[in-house]
């Protein structure tokens, strides 16, 4: 089960939705082994693109320095699918390396600046997916 603060899922959503119609990405760091979400960090999508996501190569060392210097890691790996589903595609399993985290996915297909739109957490280890839970805390 994914455990998250509202004011996290809220900036997760509000980043997705700013994106659109260019699929959005980051992650939200927090304490080594805790599996507690604490730090949103937004990322640019260097594909600029509405139906793929890629994490900037020297953005990406950058944000795994600081969470080490911090020790950190990614709780959760987030992005956006612009037209469809909150489910993973073959790509983003087959580019899924944390067995740690959660892969969250929301959807904006079919949204407008109020919703609706899909949440969803996912564990990809070893190009298996399963879906999880989430719960939500009171913003902190």
């Known amino acids: 089960m994914l455990t998250l603060s509202q004011d996290l899922h809220d900036a997760i959503v509000a980043h997705a939705r700013a994106d659109h119609p260019d699929e959005a990405c980051g992650v ?3 304490p080594a082994g805790s599996d507690r979400p604490e730090r949103f960090i937004p990322m640019l999508n260097a594909a600029r693109s509405p139906t ?3 994490f900037d190569s020297t953005d990406l060392l950058k944000l795994y320095r600081d969470m080490d210097d911090r020790d950190e ?3 959760i790996v987030y992005h956006s699918h612009t037209a ?3 489910y993973p595609s073959r790509t983003d399993i087959s580019y899924a390396n ?3 985290a959660h892969y969250v996915l929301v959807s904006t297909a ?3 600046d109020a919703g609706p739109f899909q ?3 996912y564990r990809i280890v070893d ?3 399963t879906e999880e839970e989430v719960r939500l805390l009171p913003a902190r």
């Open 28 to 30: 939200v760091a927090g």
């Open 52 to 54: 793929f996501y890629e």
């Open 73 to 75: 890691e990614p709780v």
């Open 84 to 86: 469809t589903e909150a």
């Open 98 to 100: 944390e067995p740690g």
């Open 110 to 112: 079919d949204t407008d």
């Open 119 to 121: 949440f969803r957490s």
């Open 127 to 129: 190009g298996q997916v």
